[in-house]
């Protein structure tokens, strides 16, 4: 089936570029797609490339105070990553025809959706280590997915990322697993990591696909090819042995392995939780805002020094 | 208008090795190509992967379009015996 069907008739054209999804092509930017795929990829992408962006803040919070000089060196390249997922996913929403400039303001003005775990604070080192295991190992189940999602584009730049979050899972991985080895004082500073982090964790997956109000459409067009619950499932069912590896005890009571499904079973989520933080009233959104805006303005001469040198060397 | 808006994208192409072929790895932007280059190896080099890179700016770029793909491409539709394996060769001979 040609996706490109020379027609007029906005119906043939949708019909030939669902069918062709259905065979499992892959779309390019100048492909045509009806104009709900392309807004929704964009949505999709921009609030992804924001999550990596607003991303480096819970963890720049401890560059100056890593450890050890070792730390602090993995820790500033698993930043600079971030910043660099940011740039290839903004790179990727470019093709679907909107300026980075207009998605950055959106992102400063508060306009924008970024993922909810960002809104919780750092408070101690063992929290970089949960970053690092929870938060990148959920983003690598989902990232792992969309690098074989209908958009060429966007999936090219998930394949760049999956390679780099092993590195952000392992370095996160092995922080916990350190301190789970040392003193009461370590292992109780971890287990307290992983009692505040395991819950946003999950809800990284965003809402049961009952109350998802985008999935069908995504799933249709194969940008998404699990529900929010699956891939919620397969992050539980891989993170729990490895919890229980070092010693650290999962915050939930319910969590039980159920030999029918051959899946863990587990607790009620609390989505009440969930959408306060997406609508702005978890513990850090403001000051995730502002720092990002801060970031912004404070680079405002490196981004005038490399217009004005430009500019220089075209007049010499 | 802040000067950031300013800058046009470039498109970054990659040599993973000497001897391969460039491979495109995506954009950035950048006042010119200069910096560009030095955005394009913080972007997408931080880990070896090339040994040399390009940046094109991307307006250079001239694409053919998708839409005419069919009547484009269509010179080579019909001609197999481009192919070797258009060809029989005699039974039993291992190599030709």
Same mark, same amino acid.
């Given at each position: 089936?040609?996706i490109n069907?020379k027609?007029d008739?906005?119906?043939?054209? =949708?019909n030939a570029?669902?069918?062709s999804?259905?065979a499992?092509k892959v779309? =390019?930017? %100048?492909?045509?797609?009806p104009?709900k795929y392309r807004?929704q990829l964009l949505r999709?992408?921009?609030?992804?490339a924001h999550?990596?962006?607003?991303g480096?803040?819970?963890?720049g919070n401890?560059i100056?105070?890593a450890p050890s000089l070792a730390? %602090?060196?993995?820790?500033?390249?698993?930043?600079?990553?971030?910043a660099?997922h940011g740039?290839y996913?903004?790179?990727a929403?470019?093709?679907?025809?909107m300026d980075?400039? =207009?998605?950055i303001d959106?992102?400063?003005?508060?306009?924008?959706?970024?993922s909810?775990?960002?809104?919780y604070p750092t408070?101690?080192?063992?929290?970089i280590?949960?970053?690092g295991?929870?938060v990148d190992g959920?983003?690598?189940?989902?990232q792992?997915v969309?690098?074989?999602?209908?958009y060429?584009p966007y999936s090219?730049?998930?394949?760049?990322?999956?390679r780099?979050?092993n590195f952000h899972?392992k370095q996160?991985?092995?922080?916990?697993?350190?301190?789970?080895r040392?003193?009461?004082?370590?292992?109780?500073m971890?287990?307290?990591?992983m009692?505040r982090?395991?819950?946003?964790a999950?809800?990284?997956f965003?809402?049961?696909?009952?109350?998802s109000?985008?999935s069908?459409?995504?799933?249709k067009w %194969?940008?998404?090819?699990?529900?929010?619950?699956?891939l919620?499932?397969r992050?539980i069912?891989?993170t729990?042995?490895q919890?229980?590896?070092?010693?650290?005890?999962?915050?939930?009571?319910?969590?039980k392995?159920?030999?029918e499904?051959?899946?863990?079973?587990?607790g009620?989520?609390n989505?009440?939780?969930?959408?306060?933080?997406?609508?702005?009233n978890?513990p850090c959104?403001?000051l995730?805002?502002?720092?990002?805006?801060d970031?912004h303005?404070?680079?405002?001469w490196?981004?005038?020094?490399?217009k004005a040198?430009?500019?220089? %060397?075209?007049?010499? | 208008m802040?000067?950031?808006?300013?800058?046009?994208?470039w498109?970054v192409f990659t040599q993973?090795k000497q001897g391969a072929?460039?491979e495109?790895?995506?954009?950035?932007h950048a006042?010119?190509?200069?910096?560009?280059l030095?955005?394009?190896?913080?972007v997408y080099?931080?880990r070896?992967e090339g040994?040399?890179?390009?940046v094109v700016?991307?307006?250079?770029?001239?694409?053919s379009?998708?839409?005419?793909?069919g009547?484009?491409?269509d010179?080579?539709?019909?001609?197999?015996?481009r192919s070797?394996?258009f060809f029989k060769?005699?039974?039993?001979?291992?190599?030709?």
């Amino acid at each position: 089936m040609d996706i490109n069907v020379k027609t007029d008739d906005v119906s043939e054209k =949708e019909n030939a570029f669902n069918d062709s999804i259905q065979a499992g092509k892959v779309i =390019e930017p %100048k492909d045509w797609m009806p104009e709900k795929y392309r807004k929704q990829l964009l949505r999709m992408m921009s609030q992804h490339a924001h999550s990596e962006v607003v991303g480096m803040l819970p963890e720049g919070n401890w560059i100056t105070r890593a450890p050890s000089l070792a730390r %602090k060196a993995i820790l500033i390249a698993k930043v600079q990553d971030e910043a660099g997922h940011g740039l290839y996913i903004y790179s990727a929403a470019e093709t679907l025809g909107m300026d980075r400039s =207009e998605m950055i303001d959106q992102l400063l003005a508060g306009k924008a959706k970024y993922s909810s775990i960002f809104n919780y604070p750092t408070i101690s080192w063992a929290d970089i280590g949960a970053i690092g295991w929870l938060v990148d190992g959920a983003a690598i189940v989902n990232q792992t997915v969309l690098a074989k999602c209908s958009y060429g584009p966007y999936s090219r730049a998930m394949l760049r990322i999956c390679r780099e979050e092993n590195f952000h899972n392992k370095q996160g991985y092995q922080i916990l697993a350190y301190l789970m080895r040392g003193t009461q004082e370590q292992k109780a500073m971890a287990q307290d990591a992983m009692n505040r982090w395991w819950w946003p964790a999950l809800m990284m997956f965003g809402p049961s696909d009952k109350e998802s109000p985008n999935s069908a459409d995504l799933l249709k067009w %194969k940008v998404k090819l699990f529900t929010n619950d699956d891939l919620r499932q397969r992050f539980i069912d891989r993170t729990v042995e490895q919890a229980q590896a070092i010693g650290l005890k999962i915050p939930d009571d319910k969590l039980k392995w159920n030999e029918e499904t051959r899946h863990y079973d587990f607790g009620e989520i609390n989505w009440d939780e969930f959408f306060q933080v997406i609508n702005g009233n978890g513990p850090c959104n403001k000051l995730r805002l502002k720092q990002r805006n801060d970031a912004h303005t404070n680079g405002q001469w490196v981004r005038d020094a490399a217009k004005a040198y430009a500019e220089k %060397k075209k007049t010499n | 208008m802040d000067s950031n808006h300013q800058w046009p994208t470039w498109e970054v192409f990659t040599q993973k090795k000497q001897g391969a072929a460039h491979e495109h790895a995506g954009s950035v932007h950048a006042p010119d190509g200069e910096i560009a280059l030095l955005n394009a190896r913080d972007v997408y080099g931080r880990r070896q992967e090339g040994v040399n890179i390009w940046v094109v700016p991307s307006n250079a770029i001239i694409a053919s379009s998708p839409e005419d793909a069919g009547s484009f491409f269509d010179p080579a539709n019909d001609k197999m015996y481009r192919s070797p394996n258009f060809f029989k060769t005699a039974d039993g001979l291992k190599q030709i």
